[in-house]
């Protein structure tokens, strides 16, 4: 178990339905509310609106965009009595776009940014982690139409801002990692993460330049001189002989050993009558890095990695094999700008590794095309350099690996949606109907509670941030009447003296010692505990305790107004 779902599991904020799927208990709901309210606010601000749509939704418009067969097992799918296909909604897009398609006609009626807070479902194989992946969980998704891709753009720098200024008011470590780069100048697809040990995603950082991406996507610039690592691999496998054999990785001064993944690509016949056809393809990096399947399949369409050449025959099965691609990866010509990609002819090639290749993949003589190209199809490790200095000062600055927790995306969509589903308007002193500029913001507010926790705990429990706190302060008592009558007049002036309503709570359980209600409040995690006890019998004082710091205080009764009016958020 995560510390998240063990910490909200005994401060009695959730309890587990099923597999996956979770009650809120009134203190987490109360964080909840929150959340949602500094997002409210904040996207309140940049003009959006507030609403709600529907969470069964009919499958047609998903037919139109391709999604509710490409999906794939994640999507719950459902019938009504009439047979009629329904879907439980993992996101929004189609529901948003129809619904403005009807509703917005002119170039007057725009720009349009709405959004709701709305339950999500996602069928995962292995829901884990309590509230960090679960098959029912809380989202706020923002959708935005804009006249023109430059619009579209204000748009997107104006939702980035909100979000950043949303993550500042939750008072945890965050990083903003760019996603991918666009074609219309500037990166247009970020992903806002909470820093944490247990994340499932990695970061690389500069510390310098301030260049985040995750590991998945990150671009680092390899320093030219290789880890031992790469240099000693030997593989006795034919494949990196073979590949070496060619002469198409660059000989440099360090005799970098390759080290070789295969894959399939499948390629999709025109002509029903033949078999289809598939590519074997053929990674080559560094001994020391591995390769990002991402990043080749990007670089070349959709690819089934291979772990033996037992799994390349499974993966060719019956089908022609007529094409290879060998792709060489950076890591294996540090320090030298990409080369050409270049086709080899091997038509009468006499090279006995080639032959043997052959066989192993009972590859057909009329083979002859070999497609070699060169760029950046490895993971990043950390210490590679930072792409933006490299690009800008010529240095190679090394990035930091950090671990974190994806608990926000934000996407340009362009025409992706309005195209399909009609979401037209009539361009300006025209007669023309245009498809609208969307963009796509998501935020995950359950993932968020759980990833506030994993930011900020500690042994003794939780440790919320007064921004999203239950309550901000409790006031624990002993079962002294006197005490829990002090308790009642300090409840009044702390109340008053914080300005929030139900800011304060008071612990008056009499079936608990006064030690039992102090370990409670750790656990639960009021940003300040006032305790009310022995000491205050004696002296009258009452003792204050910081959750965050530790700090502690023995004020005199009038001085309590004065020592929380000065800790107004
Ligand atoms: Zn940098």
Redesign the pocket.
Same mark, same amino acid.
């Given at each position: 178990m995560v510390p998240s779902q063990q910490l909200l599991l005994r401060a009695g904020m959730m309890r587990q339905s099923s597999s996956g799927i979770y009650s809120i208990l009134p203190f987490g709901q109360r964080v909840l509310d929150k959340i949602e309210n500094i997002i409210d606010e904040e996207l309140e601000n940049i003009g959006c609106q507030k609403l709600s749509l529907p969470n069964l939704l009919p499958s047609e418009n998903w037919k139109k965009t391709g999604r509710w067969e490409s999906t794939g097992q994640e999507m719950f799918k459902l019938k009504d009595r009439k047979g009629a296909d329904f879907l439980l909604a993992p996101t929004h897009e189609e529901e948003i776009t129809s619904l403005i398609a009807k509703e917005i006609q002119s170039y007057r009626q725009l720009p349009i940014r709405v959004y709701q807070v709305g339950r999500k479902f996602r069928d995962e194989l292995r829901a884990r982690s309590g509230l960090l992946r679960g098959k029912e969980f809380l989202m706020k998704d923002l959708y935005t139409f804009d006249v023109s891709e430059e619009e579209a753009l204000k748009t997107y720098d104006d939702v980035v801002l909100a979000y950043r200024r949303i993550m500042k008011r939750f008072g945890i470590p965050y990083a903003v990692a760019e996603a991918d780069t666009g074609n219309i100048g500037g990166t247009h697809s970020h992903e806002f993460h909470v820093l944490s040990k247990v994340g499932e995603d990695s970061l690389l950082s *500069?510390?310098? *330049? $301030?260049?985040t991406s995750n590991e998945e996507r990150a671009i680092g610039i390899i320093p030219n001189i290789p880890t031992k690592a790469a240099t000693k691999f030997h593989c006795s496998d034919i494949v990196p002989k073979w590949v070496e054999s060619l002469d198409i990785i660059p000989r440099s001064t360090f005799k970098l050993r390759p080290k070789v993944q295969l894959g399939v690509m499948k390629m999709e016949s025109q002509d029903e009558t033949k078999a289809s056809s598939c590519a074997l393809v053929a990674v080559a990096t560094a001994g020391d890095r591995s390769v990002n399947e991402i990043k080749v399949s990007k670089a070349i369409g959709k690819i089934e990695f291979a772990s033996s050449i037992d799994d390349v025959r499974t993966l060719i099965a019956n089908d022609s094999l007529d094409k290879i691609t060998v792709c060489i990866d950076q890591s294996l010509y540090p320090g030298q700008s990409s080369l050409r990609a270049k086709d080899l002819d091997m038509k009468g090639l006499k090279d006995p590794m080639f032959e043997e290749l052959k066989s192993i993949f009972s590859i057909e003589n009329s083979i002859c095309n070999l497609h070699v190209i060169y760029g950046d199809y490895h993971n990043c490790l950390p210490e590679d $350099? *930072?792409?933006? *200095?490299?690009n800008?000062k010529g240095t190679i600055?090394p990035?930091k690996m950090t671990r974190a927790i994806e608990i926000g995306h934000t996407f340009m969509l362009g025409t992706k949606y309005s195209q399909p589903l009609g979401a037209m308007f009539v361009l300006e002193g025209t007669q023309n109907l245009e498809p609208m500029q969307m963009g796509c913001y998501g935020l995950g507010i359950t993932r968020l509670l759980a990833s506030i926790v994993e930011a900020s705990h500690d042994q003794k429990g939780i440790i919320w941030p007064e921004s999203v706190a239950p309550f901000r302060a409790v006031i624990v008592t002993s079962e002294d009447e006197r005490c829990i009558t002090a308790a009642e007049s300090i409840y009044d002036i702390v109340q008053k003296a914080l300005k929030t309503k139900s800011g304060v709570i008071i612990d008056d359980r009499l079936d608990v010692t006064l030690g039992f209600k102090m370990k409670d409040a750790e656990l639960i995690g009021y940003p300040w505990m006032i305790i009310i006890g022995k000491g205050f019998l004696r002296t009258g004082n009452v003792e204050v305790q910081h959750r965050k710091t530790g700090e502690k205080w023995s004020l005199e009764r009038p001085k309590i107004l004065s020592f929380f009016e000065e800790r107004q958020l």
């Open positions: *500069c510390a310098s *330049c $301030g260049y $350099g *930072c792409p933006h *200095c490299f800008n600055e990035m």
